[in-house]
């Protein structure tokens, strides 16, 4: 049996060190109610950028500057020590931890940032990172396109741990990515929300035979730093809420059980057992006696990508 944590806060909007102290501070409460797997949003650090669904990025182009700058600054470095926080909070509970991060690439241009999730063990060590594969709409101003090195099942000592991104989750092939890997916990951390985005998920609940983490941002106007560029025209209602979480636990085949927390900051729990899904899959099981693969057959790139090889031999 895993005992889950869905943590549902604000982040302190760009800022990385601030928003790691609440994080381990978070993992720290959850863990002491026994918690063994807690899972936080989407680019939960430094936070998601929702500016970007409410500047317009070519005739903003100074505003989109500003803002993208102070992302840049307070995105994670995941070569270096940034997480280590996190990291050790992991360890000194015990507990897997699941966290939305907006990374900055350290291995080519060191420009361009990914919308990543990361799965850290229970030793403190990094099991996993996916980057989103298709930003969304303006996002795709943001943020790079991930590859499929990250697109894999993990398992934990809480069970087999896979992760799509907010409308990844509306790609099937990526979806099938994971059932076909086994996975018994399909996490989603999501900037969406809402009845509509909730019937998904349960969705794919009975198509996967697999528990689903549903993790909603939660961000209120007077969440976002006082000295955010143009704050008073982007948020001039700090009650607003600019998204209002919808947290969510989904058990094999459909049914809620926890949730969803709306407009409410929080940590979301749930008892979950893993041993659940391989029963739920007796009448459909979509990558296993339901997939008829001399028909449909499913081929993907793991490989990673990139713009340049560097030949051994070429470079001092």
Not at 49 to 67: F, M, N, T, Y
Not at 119 to 145: A, D, Q, S
Not at 263 to 269: N, P, Q, T
Not at 301 to 315: C, E, I, K, L, M
Request: proline share 7%; glycine share 8%.
């Amino acid at each position: 049996m895993t005992k889950l944590a869905v943590v549902q806060k604000a982040p302190v909007f760009l800022d990385k060190q601030a928003t790691l102290e609440l994080a381990v501070q978070t993992v720290d409460e959850a863990a002491a109610q026994g918690a063994n797997l807690i899972v936080f949003g989407e680019a939960f650090i430094p936070g998601y950028p929702s500016w970007i669904w409410r500047v317009r990025p070519g005739a903003d182009w100074d505003l989109s500057q500003e803002l993208h700058e102070r992302l840049l600054r307070n995105a994670v470095n995941l070569d270096s020590d940034d997480l280590s926080p996190l990291f050790h909070a992991a360890q000194r509970n015990g507990v897997t931890i699941v966290c939305g991060i907006e990374e900055r690439d350290n291995r080519l241009s060191r420009a361009t940032l990914y919308n990543s999730v990361v799965v850290i063990g229970p030793e403190g060590n990094l099991l996993n990172r996916h980057r989103k594969l298709m930003p969304t709409n303006p996002e795709r101003m943001v943020w790079g396109f991930g590859d499929a090195t990250g697109l894999r099942v993990i398992d934990t000592p809480s069970g087999r741990i896979g992760s799509l991104v907010c409308w990844e989750n509306y790609m099937p092939l990526a979806r099938y990515a994971l059932y076909a890997q086994g996975v018994e916990i399909y996490i989603a951390p999501t900037n969406d929300s809402g009845d509509d985005w909730i019937a998904s998920l349960q969705h794919i609940a009975r198509e996967g035979g697999c528990w689903v983490v549903g993790c909603g941002n939660l961000i209120q106007g007077s969440d976002f730093p006082a000295d955010l560029p143009q704050k008073s025209t982007l948020y001039p209602d700090a009650e607003e809420w600019v998204n209002p979480g919808d947290s969510v636990v989904i058990a094999p085949g459909g049914k809620i059980v926890a949730g969803p927390m709306r407009e409410e900051a929080g940590i979301l729990y749930s008892e979950i057992d893993p041993a659940e899904v391989g029963i739920a899959k007796r009448a459909l099981d979509v990558a296993g006696h339901y997939s008829r693969p001399d028909i449909f057959r499913l081929n993907i790139n793991t490989s990673p990508q990139s713009p340049v090889v560097f030949d051994a031999g070429s470079r001092d």
